[in-house]
């Protein structure tokens, strides 16, 4: 009887220990649900930037549609890292990256941190890349192209010299 008592209790751990990983890989958002999104579309760009790089840090969204061109502005507090200016620059190609690729009609976007302000158009980040950014299809082909140019310091600096 304590045979079988521990075998039930044995498989029932294990049933939740499988179910609980299972549902944890399906619940990252896939962000390529959002491919063609609208500037204009603040549930969705609100969705796109809650899963970006620092989203905790962020302060505020606030997006320019009014009148063409069309653009975010994105405001972050104190990024905490021993290597401020490096995590912002990578926050800002990355992130800039993700919503050039996304939203068909963002122009530019401006990152505003508490001592620093960045701005990158879609024209010069594709210049950048040597490559346009709305046709990636799935997350994975994007990330390996911002990790390959985040690669070398000096790409990244060039990218901000520009």
Avoid at 35 to 46: E, I, R
Avoid at 51 to 70: F, V
Avoid at 121 to 137: C, H, M, P, V
Avoid at 142 to 155: D, N
């Amino acid at each position: 009887m304590k045979r079988i008592t521990i075998r039930i209790i044995s498989l029932l751990s294990l049933m939740m220990l499988l179910t609980s990983c299972s549902q944890s890989a399906e619940s990252k958002t896939d962000l390529f649900q959002y491919k063609n999104s609208y500037v204009g579309d603040n549930s969705t760009v609100g969705n796109i930037v809650n899963e970006l790089t620092y989203n905790n840090e962020l302060n505020q969204i606030s997006l320019e549609t009014k009148k063409e061109p069309y653009g975010i502005i994105l405001e972050y507090k104190d990024i905490d890292t021993n290597s401020i200016d490096k995590e912002m620059k990578e926050t800002v190609i990355t992130n800039s990256t993700f919503l050039f690729a996304l939203i068909k009609n963002v122009d530019w976007i401006t990152f505003k941190f508490p001592d620093k302000e960045f701005s990158v158009t879609r024209e010069k980040i594709q210049e950048w890349y040597n490559n346009k950014l709305d046709g990636f299809e799935n997350e994975q082909d994007l990330k390996k192209l911002i990790q390959e140019h985040l690669k070398s310091e000096e790409t990244v600096s060039e990218f901000f010299n520009q």
